[in-house]
């Protein structure tokens, strides 16, 4: 029987090793965290921005934090006049988005601080390539249906000795919402 004791002794150290190395692993992979990736790209969205450039409008996207309010976001954006890729008109980058609303019938409510009346040239085609940045930064959003468009919670009526109805002079805000939908626009062509 003596012959037989190395060989018991020699599985036992290898059954304990094993089972020792197993235990480690085990250990190990307890203690690794959940991948972030996922989280991370749930908490991100690319949103096209549409900048002026003087003779048509370039797209351009961003990718941003989806704070639950991406259409404020893609206007901001625009505002803040920082593209990526392009030389553009600035837009306005006094002028701030107080705040985008959406209701179930999908008017789309912006809301734009005084500085937006602030037009800065006279050009009817830079006033027009300018307000066509608004509308197609938001036609993007399917559950924008039409657009309203206020100064400091006001539709028309004056700020600052400025009309609010008639916004750029010749881009007037209409009293009515704007129908901006992409539905009527892909029948028509």
Known sequence: MDMFAPRLWTRALVIAFAAMSVAA???????VPEPTESKIAEEMAVVSVYYPDGETLTEERHIVPDDGNLPQVALSRLFEASPQEFEIAVLLPEATVNSVEVDETGVCTVDF?????DFPRDERKAKVLAFASIIETLRQFPE?????????????????????DEFWGDVRLPPTPLDISVEEDEQNG
């Not at 601080?113 to 009346?117: N, V």
């Open 25 to 31: 692993v085990a250990g190990c992979s307890a203690n």
């Open 113 to 117: 601080s005084r500085e937006i009346l």
């Open 144 to 164: 924008i249906q039409s657009l309203m468009i206020t100064v400091e919670g006001q539709d028309s009526g004056s700020i600052d000795g400025k009309s609010v």
